[in-house]
């Protein structure tokens, strides 16, 4: 297993590029499943949550070729509606070939992804928004079995804004009969992603973006060829990565209207945020942070995952800072990696206080989720003694397209190891 190797205490300056973003592309892939003939998907990030999904894609019966920034997904001889457990537990957005399959061949038999590191994550507002189109469903065995004739539009309310079950449901209404009204989306960018995508396939997606959809189903939908936006959580990470470093970067194609929470509280915290052209401005000079309280929420809220990158800066500032996490139950995993690290962090349930001003030093440290690792490696970026060490990397290989060496072009002393054991 590869590991990650900081140096921190250097300033960071330099332009970078943001990726395009997996949250969108996930799903985006899951809709190639509703046509025949080839789609082609631009600007993907070379992740590996990409090729888990190209390989159920795969499993599924499609011809895909992975050549980031380019995907194709092709027709493939026969389709199998069955995504097996050791596909699905690797990656939880495996779900989202629910939807897609059951509109399109009537049936699907899908591992339940089952709990995760960052919480238990259930799928219940999925399975009930689908029953609500008219599918019968069952638990076997630790799959959902899933039949239909052919789904019919609804009104689908759900409990909550999920990002995911929002998704999986508007891919099932694109081919359903008639017209599906969703309540009380989640208002991601990457949802209104999904529906530009069902539109050029021929779907007639309204609202997308808001907290209700409209979804006019088609019979048929075409293949397509699009461009994925690019990452907000990606350039969010490098915003605060260099107000934790300090320094003055510029990020290309950051979509800082989609991070609108995340740059008020660096502006808040004392860091100079801008737009450049086409890029995202960052600049701290040694003036000393403050700190700043957080609580994440659904988009536009404070993002759950900017949550652990955002408390290392808070362990910089002057002050105490309050971070509360209100989307998942178990998302402070980074806080005892940390601690080993020097910050004084107290955890009460789903609030975090962060003791500020303490410096942080380097040490070997290992996070069993994508953004807490993210979160680590800042931490190494601004220890000012010894060197930092982040295990586990294929965490931040999930999602963070090149991260040392974007980071090493911001001139930070970060190199990959491989092979370490961890
Ligand atoms: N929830 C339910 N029932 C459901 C679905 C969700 O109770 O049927 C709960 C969840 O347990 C959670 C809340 O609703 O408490 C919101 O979860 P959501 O469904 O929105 O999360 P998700 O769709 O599984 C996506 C992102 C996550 C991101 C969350 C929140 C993708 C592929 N994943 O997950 O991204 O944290 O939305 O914004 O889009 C990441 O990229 O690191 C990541 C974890």
Request: one cysteine or more; glycine letters at 10%; charged letters at 25%.
């Amino acid at each position: 297993m590869d590991s990650i190797r900081i140096r921190g205490g250097k300033p960071l300056s330099g332009k970078i590029r943001i990726s395009g973003a997996k949250n969108a592309a996930l799903p985006i892939l899951c809709a190639t499943l509703l046509s025949d003939g080839e789609s082609l998907l631009r600007n993907v990030p070379a992740l590996r949550d990409i090729d888990t999904t190209s390989a159920l894609l795969r499993f599924l019966g499609r011809d895909v070729e992975v050549a980031p920034p380019l995907v194709r997904v092709g027709a493939g001889d026969n389709v199998r509606p069955e995504a097996p457990y050791e596909l699905v537990k690797q990656m939880r957005a495996s779900v989202m070939v629910l939807g897609p399959l059951l509109a399109r061949f009537g049936r699907a038999k899908v591992s339940l992804p089952g709990g995760c590191q960052i919480g238990t994550r259930p799928v219940d507002q999925h399975l009930k928004g689908l029953e609500a189109l008219g599918a019968t469903i069952r638990l076997s065995r630790g799959y959902i079995v899933a039949e239909c004739k052919r789904l019919r539009g609804a009104e689908v309310v759900f409990d909550l804004p999920t990002v995911t079950g929002t998704e999986n449901l508007m891919m099932a209404a694109a081919l359903a009969k008639g017209r599906t009204t969703l309540v009380n989306c989640a208002r991601e960018p990457e949802v209104e992603e999904l529906g530009r995508v069902l539109n050029k396939m021929g779907a007639r997606v309204s609202g997308a973006g808001t907290d209700v959809i409209h979804i006019e189903g088609a019979d048929e939908l075409e293949p397509f060829d699009h461009a994925i936006i690019s990452d907000r959580i990606e350039a969010g990470t490098y915003m605060v990565a260099a107000a934790a470093a300090g320094g003055d970067v510029l990020i290309e194609n950051a979509p800082l209207e989609d991070l609108e929470a995340v740059a008020a509280k660096l502006r808040q915290a004392g860091v100079e945020v801008g737009r450049e052209g086409d890029c995202v401005r960052v600049r701290r000079d040694g003036r000393p942070l403050r700190a700043v309280d957080i609580t994440t929420a659904p988009h536009p809220g404070f993002p759950t995952d900017m949550q652990a990158q955002f408390m290392v800066l808070m362990c910089l500032a002057q002050g105490t800072s309050r971070i509360v996490e209100t989307i998942f139950e178990n998302r402070f995993m980074h806080v005892p990696e940390l601690s080993r690290m020097g910050a004084h962090i107290d955890v009460d349930g789903h609030t975090a206080h962060v003791h500020g001003g303490a410096p942080l030093s380097g040490a070997t440290v290992m996070a069993t989720d994508l953004r807490a690792s993210a979160s680590l490696v800042i931490a190494g970026l601004v220890a000012t003694e010894g060197e930092t060490e982040v295990l586990r990397v294929y965490h931040l290989d999930r999602g963070y397209e090149f991260m040392e060496r974007k980071l090493a072009q911001l001139g930070a002393d970060t190199v990959r190891v491989e092979g370490r054991a961890g």
